[in-house]
């Protein structure tokens, strides 16, 4: 009769830990879907940073050209005597 119920309470364990077990793993594959996620979003925010930093550097590039095309037109107001 003992051993009746010594193999009911592992019988009982075995299913808990199975349970506990298959929920354990559900939440992983969220967990892992989620990380999956986030280096995706990673990723994205690295290729526009890597954008933005061309486009600043275009912007500069622009702004130096129109500096130096105010100049020539000062010049050349200058060399017509206008003002």
């Known amino acids: 009769m003992l051993m009746w119920v010594w193999i009911a309470v592992v019988a009982?364990?075995?299913?808990v830990l199975v349970v506990a077990g298959t929920r354990l793993l559900g939440r992983l594959r969220v967990l892992e879907r989620a990380a999956r996620r986030l280096r995706h979003r990673q990723e994205?925010?690295?290729?526009?940073q890597a954008k933005a930093e061309v486009m600043q550097e275009t912007m500069l590039a622009v702004q130096e050209r129109a500096e130096r095309a105010q100049g020539t037109v000062e010049q050349i107001k200058a060399g017509l005597g206008r003002r």
Request: no cysteine; hydrophobic share 90%.
């Open 44 to 48: 994205q925010a690295l290729a526009l």
């Open 12 to 15: 009982v364990a075995l299913v």
